[in-house]
């Protein structure tokens, strides 16, 4: 069964070593490998290979996403980290740029230097 195994998630970048900084420097993911076609970094469950492309056209909705026990406290550190929360015209978000879904359900969204969009949540 596939959920028995772990997950490897796949973000594609054009610039690797601007992906590497952010995703090693601001998000402290940890840095495993560099194989030419893909930095390859972790988190304490699951890798995550930032693929080499020459172009690609970012997805419109999230592409990867983080659920944490504490959400305005990481947004508070990833702001101060300088990460910019996004802000969707159409929903209504807190001061620090969280959003409660109507079950209350917590998420916010920030991209990466790609424009590939990224989210923390807390269920």
């Given at each position: 069964?596939?959920s ?5 998630g796949?973000i ?5 070593e601007?992906?590497?900084a ?17 930095l390859v970094v972790a ?24 659920e944490?026990?504490d959400l ?6 990833l702001?101060?980290?300088g990460i ?5 015209g159409f ?9 409660t879904?109507?079950?209350g359900?917590?998420?916010a969204?920030?991209?990466d ?7 923390l949540?807390q269920?």
């Amino acid at each position: 069964m596939l959920s028995d195994h772990p997950l490897i998630g796949f973000i594609p970048t054009t610039d690797a070593e601007r992906s590497k900084a952010f995703y090693v420097d601001v998000l402290k993911l940890k840095f495993v490998a560099d194989d030419h076609f893909a930095l390859v970094v972790a988190t304490n469950s699951s890798t995550i290979r930032i693929v080499r492309m020459q172009e690609f056209t970012p997805a419109q909705g999230t592409i990867l996403g983080w659920e944490v026990p504490d959400l305005p406290m990481e947004v508070a550190s990833l702001t101060e980290a300088g990460i910019t929360f996004e802000r969707y015209g159409f929903l209504e978000h807190d001061a620090l740029g969280i959003w409660t879904t109507p079950s209350g359900s917590k998420v916010a969204w920030f991209k990466d230097p790609d424009g590939n969009v990224l989210s923390l949540s807390q269920h």
